[in-house]
């Protein structure tokens, strides 16, 4: 089993950055891919960013395309979202996820690992 644990949320004005790490623990195997994504309160959960085992393949939503960065330390198992210029809109709890082959997908469903979520707050 594979455990995943977000952190360096907070709370931040708008305009600042803030960066995600994603620790992987437990029976990790590789290569694989990861995945941010983010629920905002009342919305469904929406990806964010992807990328795979080698950082080659990166995708983000249009939505945080030119403010966020993906990247991955695999000696470290960790893996960041670097996410700058934030907006209100960005307030959401924010989820990392890992799935078993290295595929980037943006499809929440394909990934069959999940952390446990870090807050992230923008205000205006």
């Known amino acids: 089993q594979v455990q995943l644990v977000e952190s360096g949320g907070g709370l931040v004005q708008a305009g600042g950055s803030l960066r995600l790490s994603c620790a992987a623990s437990?029976?990790?195997?590789?290569?694989?891919?990861m995945g941010w994504f983010r629920q905002a309160p009342g919305k469904e959960r929406e990806f964010v960013a992807a990328?795979?085992?080698?950082?080659?393949?990166?995708a983000y939503a249009d939505s945080v395309k030119g403010r966020f960065t993906i990247s991955r330390d695999n000696a470290k198992n960790t893996r960041y979202l670097q996410m700058n210029r934030l907006k209100p809109e960005d307030t959401a709890v924010y989820y990392c996820?890992?799935?078993?082959?290295?595929?980037?997908?943006?499809?929440?469903?394909?990934?069959?690992?999940w952390g446990q979520g870090t807050q992230v707050t923008v205000s205006s």
């Open positions: 990328i795979s085992w080698s950082g080659g393949t990166i």
């Open positions: 437990g029976r990790t195997f590789s290569p694989y891919a």
């Open positions: 996820a890992a799935k078993r082959a290295n595929v980037v997908t943006i499809t929440q469903e394909d990934y069959n690992y």
